[in-house]
């Protein structure tokens, strides 16, 4: 008996099958351009949300009650990591991620603390060892304690910064312990809410001083995972310094650790960021720093993070796109990092849920794979863009071209003529795709 006794192992029944507890579109055998599904789309469940999240809101306590809630301290963290690994296992899945605070909860020191995450990682290393299942990445919760109320790396508490930095050690420790493909950080408190009491150049000093360590120290063990930064511009602090790619990306330049990260995009934050998912997705993959994807979307008409599970196909679609154009995402994955809503606090949910997920980015994968072999986006670029193939276009993309020979072309033009973008056509476009697909 297990806490699913009931749910089979989820499996590939197709489109028309009526069946909840089956997969309509993620077949993870079937090959989409010379890869499973399963290769390309590396689906990830998410501790957090899925073991620990209780469905608590700012108004309500939780209303999620689960089987293994009935033990507490290290007896609730070894039940969770027996409840987690059938989960995997009833879902099929390749990879899950964690933050420390989710698997072994906090001692009365730093020490103590550590001791319950070696018991719980031992524990897991004993799972995996007999199950497909990988560690995607793991990462510290450096942002739910009261002494991150100041923020950790960036903190004006300097013993703070200390025992950020002891976490984060512990962390890539375990990362190399259980083979951690990547190792994120989310700077959950890294920012401010007024300026009136900030030292702006101290703070990002230090973040860049702590990411630096970090660097060093996986190289002292000899941890060869990806760094990943996940950017997101608000909530809980009022401005995060890792607001959205591109202020990450000019951070991590001027402090020279572009090198050594990539990018865990969430759809969520980019929403909140003001940007499009495929935005994000698309900045990082041209600027080759297109790490991993949190996978969860949020609610249009409600203005926080809300970390839904990712039931939109066009923007699966355009996400897998831009994920297609990258060759993939490496040694990331898709990880959901969506939580169940308030109401849809039954165990089954849990499956449900995943699944649901899980087939909107199958379809999303089909279709953007269609996309880039018919050429549809390529061929619209290539014909909007084409005066910068030729004469006076080309001669500014090669460079030869200055203020002084633009000059002498363009004065004495009588007219100058654009084309429509045809962006209704191009949506429509979109539509047929996902309609036939």
Known sequence: MGYFSGIGTISYEGKDSKNPFAFKHYNPEEVVGGKTMEEHLRFSVAYWHSLTGDGADPFGRGTIEREWDRFSGMDLAKARVEAAFELFEKLNVPYFSFHDRDIAPEGETLRETNKNLDQITAMMKEYMKGSKVKLLWNTANLFKHPRFVHGAATSCNADVFAYSAAQVKKGLEIAKELGAENYVFWGGREGYETLLN?????ELDNMARFLRMAVDYAKEIGYTGQFLIEPKPKEPTKHQYDYDVASATAFLQKYDLDGHFKFNIEANHATLAGHTFQHELRWARINGMLGSVDANQGDDLLGWDTDEFPTDLYETTLAMYEILKNDGLGTGGLNFDAKLRRPS???????YAHI??????AKGLKVAHRL???GVFEEVLDHRYRSFKEGIGRDIVSGKADFHTLETYIQDKEEIRNQSGRQEQLKAVLNQYLLES
């Open 198 to 202: 900030t030292d702006l150049e101290l």
């Open 345 to 351: 606090f039954e165990l089954e949910d849990l499956l």
């Open 356 to 361: 649901a997920g899980m087939d909107s980015f």
């Open 372 to 374: 880039i072999e018919d």
